[in-house]
């Protein structure tokens, strides 16, 4: 008799994995709040103010640039202004004439804002048939800067290094020194747009819901399963609607065709068939319902 070793006996007691399982509720669903511990140590706190903010300066001011680049006058198009790059400095403060680098704990004490220089190329006419002519590294302005981002001074400095810059080694970063004070933009939470999460609802049940979004409209749909059927949930309709229906309005002629497009293992179409069942049952009603009314 040939004795199995404990793991190996352990997963060949192991029952199958069911698909249809997904359609009941979830008896103990997961303690998300467990999870946040762990986040706040990988992640942190004022992570996402500093991506966020990284962002803005690699791309997003470059996009609100590029978007109003080119400044024509009103009676003669030919002349013109146009920005052909903007790139922000380093935090820096200009003290008769000379450009001097500043710490974020000297603008504590002096009042000051913790700002660095914003600075385009710019490519201009000045009259009708004439050359274009170019300029680079012109100021236009200051912008405050956020402490801990990477062309921060704080930015990748040990215990030591802050504990001489007059900083405490413990401060994430994250905000602004604005004439002294330091100030924080508030961040507002939302869900993630156009990825799928999947989550269980109020009822227990498994959920899939994405949030798709554009610049003109936003709506949510969600995918749920009631007594081992598949539903949709979308903003403007009053009542879920049956998945099959959705795939048929969407093209898809037959059955064989939705269970081919979900997935080619036969436990995608044990999961769908009551759900087929119950499209089927509902078209050969609407069938034979003007027949019993006439």
Known sequence: MMVLPADDAAKKELPPPSYRSLAAPVATPVDKFALLPAFLKVRGLVKEHIDSFNY???????????????????????????????????????????????????????????????????????????????????????????????????????????????????????????KGTEKVILIQEQLSKNRIIIDTDSKGRVIASVTSSTHEIKSKTVITMDKEKI??????????????????????????????????????GDLLFPSIQECASESIYTTASPAVHG
């Open 231 to 268: 539903y949709l949930q979308l903003n403007q309709f009053t009542k879920p609607i049956p998945i099959i229906v959705v795939m048929k309005a969407m093209g898809m002629e037959s059955d064989q065709e939705v269970v081919q497009m979900v997935g080619r293992d036969p436990r995608y």
């Open 56 to 178: 803005f300066i690699t791309r997003g001011i470059k996009n609100i640039v590029e978007a109003n680049n080119r400044i024509e006058a009103r009676n003669d198009p030919t002349i013109y202004l146009r920005y052909t790059n903007v790139y922000v400095g380093t935090p820096s403060v200009q003290v008769e004439y000379k450009i001097e680098n500043i710490m974020p704990h000297f603008c504590r004490l002096t009042d000051r804002t913790y700002s660095a220089p914003i600075r385009v190329d710019i490519e201009y006419t000045v009259e009708k048939q004439h050359e274009p002519q170019h300029k680079k590294n012109v100021l236009i302005g200051y912008m405050p800067i956020m402490l801990r981002r990477y062309t921060c001074v704080l930015h990748g400095r040990d215990e030591a290094e802050l504990a001489r810059l007059g900083e405490c080694p413990l401060d994430p970063g994250g905000y602004f020194i604005v």
